[in-house]
Nanobody, 122 residues
Framework: QVQLVESGGGLVQAGGSLRLSCAAS????????MGWYRQAPGKQRELVAT???????NHADSVEGRFTISRDNAKNTVYLQMSSLKPDDTAVYYC????????????????WGQGTQVTVSS
């Protein structure tokens, strides 16, 4: 009943910029937090950035100063603005969200997007 649709991935040269978007839809009462993860081939998934409903953010050390996470609560959408991209940023990027499906829900549920490929050429 809840879907996260990601967009914005693609090919970019080193030093370039790219913006990822993730829109949540379906049975949603509120979204407590949203975040971005990434996974490169042969490596474990790692946290990139998170943002709360109050707009408090956290960025991984590897992307600090280059990536910026933001959120549009009215659109249930989270963004990841990526600048000064490096080949090491190449990975599949996944959006996730902790969602209260209805008013009075006891436990928030976590949902994941399908992932979007980001490839940075050297």
């Amino acid at each position: 009943q809840v879907q996260l649709v990601e967009s914005g991935g693609g090919l970019v040269q080193a030093g370039g910029s790219l913006r990822l978007s993730c829109a949540a839809s379906g049975s949603i009462f509120s979204i407590n937090a949203m975040g971005w993860y990434r996974q490169a081939p042969g490596k474990q998934r790692e946290l990139v950035a998170t943002i709360t409903s109050g707009a408090s953010t956290n960025h991984a050390d590897s992307v600090e100063g280059r990536f910026t996470i933001s959120r549009d609560n009215a659109k249930n959408t989270v963004y990841l603005q990526m600048s000064s991209l490096k080949p090491d940023d190449t990975a599949v990027y996944y959006c996730n969200a902790k969602i209260e499906p209805y008013r009075g829900a006891v436990v928030s549920l976590t949902f994941w997007g399908q992932g979007t490929q980001v490839t940075v050429s050297s």
